[in-house]
């Protein structure tokens, strides 16, 4: 028998303490073998209890969980599953922990958190193997270096990325946007999140990249330069609308059991774009997108998939390259001056 992943409740409420314990000790493959009340109690419980994953809170007494996130990645890195409420505030911190290391986050509700809980067992628990599997290699720590050279220009209004991510998408996303030209194709992406959380990822993108980041809205026009991210618990894809590309964000069954989903928007890359497209399959757990990029290439697309060294999961990915999808697997670091490189004609 295998040994059981070995968990660390971290949190300033006893109800939720309490409730993630059960959770975790329903499962058959894992324990929770303790619980602190605050990051102090933690550090202590760290050390003498050397556990595999913790899950920990954002706001609790003494030292908040990002101030205490911070520390731990310095001092002893080790899988981070952060719990926040679907608030704003909430929102911004677990962008932040993200950027830190953690690996996933669950979005507990603000109000009945019994039942709360309770429906989100089985994404919790999900996570938590996620987490016990996972690359503690930061994707933030990743170079990020700007590619240079002659203007985009026609180049750019002809084509559009198109990137898929799931479990640390947030920050490899951030990696290959951060490196684009501001005149730069247009991005869509489908980048599993959970509405609320999109908004203030869009923001965050905003302010660090040279391309303008957006969440998408439906109905408008594609534009070179910027980048649209698809709403959390929205499907996004693209339309023709006369000679232009038009954003559709639409409501819908989760398909692959997202919502949005990868395969929803590569599909209508595939069907739309054709040889205009460019797709990329970035870190993620599962096989969401993977038959859809398929279709993208054999409709002319050029795509590009995240290898397994610098990936947080490698679920998509490999299944991506499982499909036939890529025509090439790079490290996270050199995927965006390849699509410029290819863009220009550079190399093929």
Request: charged share 20%; net charge neutral; aromatic share 2%.
């Amino acid at each position: 028998m295998l040994p059981k992943t070995r968990v660390l409740v971290v949190d300033d409420s006893a109800l939720v303490r309490s409730l993630l314990g059960e959770i975790i000790n329903r499962q058959a493959d894992m324990a929770c073998i303790g619980a602190a009340a605050d990051a102090l109690l933690a550090r202590e419980m760290i050390r003498t209890l050397n556990p595999d994953v913790i899950t920990l809170d954002v706001e609790m007494p003494h030292m908040d969980g990002i101030e205490f996130l911070s520390r731990l990645m310095r001092l002893r890195p080790m899988p981070v599953v952060m719990v926040s409420t679907l608030t704003e505030r909430g929102a911004e911190a677990t962008l932040r922990a993200l950027e830190l290391g953690a690996v996933d986050y669950v979005a507990k509700p603000a109000i009945g958190i019994s039942q709360g809980l309770e429906l989100l067992a089985e994404d919790i628990c999900a996570k938590i193997r996620i987490a016990a599997r996972a690359r503690l290699k930061r994707t933030a720590a990743a170079a990020v270096t700007r590619p240079a050279g002659a203007a985009l220009g026609r180049l750019a209004s002809e084509k559009i990325v198109f990137v898929g991510a799931s479990t640390g998408g947030t920050e490899a996303t951030r990696v290959v946007l951060a490196q684009l030209p501001a005149d730069a194709p247009a991005v869509m992406i489908a980048q599993h999140m959970p509405p609320g959380f999109t908004r203030g990822y869009a923001h965050r993108l905003d302010r660090q990249c040279r391309i303008d980041v957006s969440e998408a809205i439906d109905g408008e026009r594609v534009l070179p330069g910027h980048a649209y991210i698809a709403p959390g618990g929205q499907h996004l894809s693209v339309e023709r609308s006369g000679t232009h590309c038009v954003a559709r964000v639409h409501d819908g069954e989760p398909v692959n059991r997202h919502k949005p989903s990868v395969e929803v928007l590569f599909e209508s890359a595939a069907r739309v774009l054709g040889a205009n497209a460019l797709g990329v399959m970035l870190t993620g757990m599962g096989g969401d997108g993977a038959r859809a990029m398929r279709r993208m290439r054999d409709a002319g697309s050029w795509n590009v998939v995240q290898d397994e060294a610098s990936c947080v999961v490698f679920g998509m990915p490999r299944e991506a390259i499982a499909a036939g999808a890529a025509h090439e697997v790079l490290p996270l670091s050199a995927i965006a001056t390849r699509l410029i490189e290819r863009l220009r004609g550079a190399a093929c």
